[in-house]
T-cell receptor, first 111, second 113 residues
Framework: QKEVEQDPGPLSVPEGAIVSLNCTYSNSAFQYFMWYRQYSRKGPELLMYTYSSGNKEDGRFTAQVDKSSKYISLFIRDSQPSDSATYLCAMKDTGGFKTIFGAGTRLFVKA | ETGVTQTPRHLVMGMTNKKSLKCEQHLGHNAMYWYKQSAKKPLELMFVYNFKEQTENNSVPSRFSPECPNSSHLFLHLHTLQPEDSALYLC????????????FGPGTRLTVT
C-alpha cells in the first residue's frame, strides 16, 4: 500500500465550479498536511498547510484534514481558468525530514 | 536572481554521455533536496543535504552522483543513464530539515536517448 494515494485525474470543470481534490494516507504519524500547486513548466509551490486535524481557509481555498479517516481534501470555490494546474498533496511527520508527496491531480478549468 | 534556480532547463543526452545539473538557492536555507518527477507518479526523493552534508540517499543508482559544495549550491552528476531515467528533476530547499515548506526550482527536463 502506498503511503499517500492521490487520483492523478485529469479533472475538467467549468469556470465557477466547486472543485474537490482528495488524498488518502496510511501513516498515522503524519502531522503536517500540505497542498502544493504546480503550473506547467514550473516547480511546485506551497498553496496551503494544515497542522494536525481541522479546516483552514484562505480566500477561495479550503483545506480539510480528517485524521480519523486518514483523508485530506482541498476545495476550490468559484474556480477560475488560472487555477488550471497540478495539485499535489504532501505530508510529513514531526520527527522526520522526509515529505511524502501524492502523484498530483491535473485540474483543467474551462472558461 | 531570487528563489531557487536550476540549469539547464532542458537536457537531451545519450546513454554514454556525462552531464551535470546545477541548482542554486538564494534564500539562505540550510537544507537542499533532489527529486525525480515522472508522469502520474509521486515525487521521488533522491538525495537530501543539510548544511552541505548528505543525510539521505534514497537507494538511488550510482549513475546519479550528487555534490553539495556549500549550502547554496547543489549538483547532480549524471553518467551512463538509462531511458527510464528520463523525467523532470526538481531541486528544492528548506530552512531546515524540520521545515514543512520546501521551495522548488523550475526543474530540468531530462531526456535520455
Amino acid at each position: 500500500q502506498k503511503e499517500v494515494e492521490q487520483d492523478p485525474g485529469p479533472l475538467s470543470v467549468p469556470e465557477g465550479a466547486i472543485v474537490s481534490l482528495n488524498c488518502t494516507y496510511s501513516n498515522s504519524a503524519f502531522q503536517y498536511f500540505m497542498w502544493y500547486r504546480q503550473y506547467s513548466r514550473k516547480g511546485p509551490e506551497l498553496l496551503m498547510y494544515t497542522y494536525s486535524s481541522g479546516n483552514k481557509e484562505d480566500g477561495r481555498f479550503t483545506a480539510q484534514v480528517d485524521k480519523s479517516s486518514k483523508y485530506i481534501s482541498l476545495f476550490i470555490r468559484d474556480s477560475q481558468p488560472s487555477d488550471s494546474a497540478t495539485y499535489l498533496c504532501a505530508m510529513k511527520d514531526t520527527g522526520g525530514f522526509k515529505t511524502i508527496f501524492g502523484a498530483g491531480t491535473r485540474l483543467f478549468v474551462k472558461a | 536572481e531570487t528563489g531557487v534556480t536550476q540549469t539547464p532547463r532542458h537536457l537531451v543526452m545519450g546513454m554514454t554521455n556525462k552531464k551535470s545539473l546545477k541548482c542554486e538557492q538564494h534564500l539562505g536555507h540550510n537544507a537542499m533536496y533532489w527529486y525525480k518527477q515522472s508522469a502520474k507518479k509521486p515525487l521521488e526523493l533522491m538525495f537530501v543535504y543539510n548544511f552541505k552534508e548528505q543525510t539521505e540517499n534514497n537507494s538511488v543508482p550510482s549513475r546519479f552522483s550528487p555534490e553539495c559544495p556549500n549550502s547554496s549550491h547543489l549538483f547532480l552528476h549524471l553518467h551512463t543513464l538509462q531511458p527510464e531515467d528520463s523525467a523532470l528533476y526538481l531541486c528544492a530547499s528548506s530552512l531546515g530539515l524540520a521545515s514543512y515548506e520546501q521551495y522548488f526550482g523550475p526543474g530540468t527536463r531530462l531526456t535520455v536517448t
